[in-house]
């Protein structure tokens, strides 16, 4: 290897762009979610740098746009919370769509594994949790709840289907 490609192997840029949700894909939102979280520190220079005295009128201008549009801290930490949960789905559906054989038999150890990872949370109403906690947490525990019933409602009984799916899908 020569100087140049050494030079050249060190210094690269690499852009990251913004990825947009699309109804019809199932992991948009996700990967638009992780990029953003990704994205979040250049964001937050940006914003700094854009307001500050000795710059022009349009980049304070663009500035102002950007924080009336950017996420408000707690919205900011929703979305770092929820995305270990929303994680262990995109982890599943990534595995499921990408075999090029039968994929029942690993369909059901995932939503026992997604399932068993969804712990549901006591009622919020609880005597023993701090009131003023509750607002912070809300969010996720609502979000974990809600997904805790949703896979108990579909997947309720999965210990024979996915008996019966290894045994028969080698």
């Keep these: 290897m020569n100087i140049e490609e050494e030079s050249t192997n060190k210094s690269q840029l690499i852009l990251y762009h913004i990825l947009t949700d699309c109804e019809t894909q199932w992991l948009s939102t996700f990967y638009a979610w992780d990029r953003l979280l990704t994205l979040k520190p250049f964001i937050d220079i940006l914003s700094t740098t854009m307001n500050v005295r000795n710059v022009n009128y349009k980049t304070k201008k663009d500035g102002k746009c950007l924080e009336k549009i950017n996420l408000a ?98």
């Design 73 to 170: 801290s707690k919205e900011w930490s929703i979305i770092e919370d929820i995305m270990p949960i929303l994680g262990q789905f995109a982890e599943a559906i990534e595995k499921l769509e990408g075999s090029k054989y039968s994929t029942v038999s690993y369909m059901y150890p995932a939503i026992q594994k997604i399932k068993s990872n969804l712990s549901p949370f006591s009622n919020p109403t609880d005597d023993n949790e701090n009131p003023d906690e509750l607002d912070d947490a809300f969010d996720k525990r609502q979000i974990e709840d809600d997904l805790h019933r949703a896979l108990n409602y579909y997947y309720d009984d999965l210990k024979l289907d996915g008996l019966v799916a290894s045994l028969l899908d080698p």
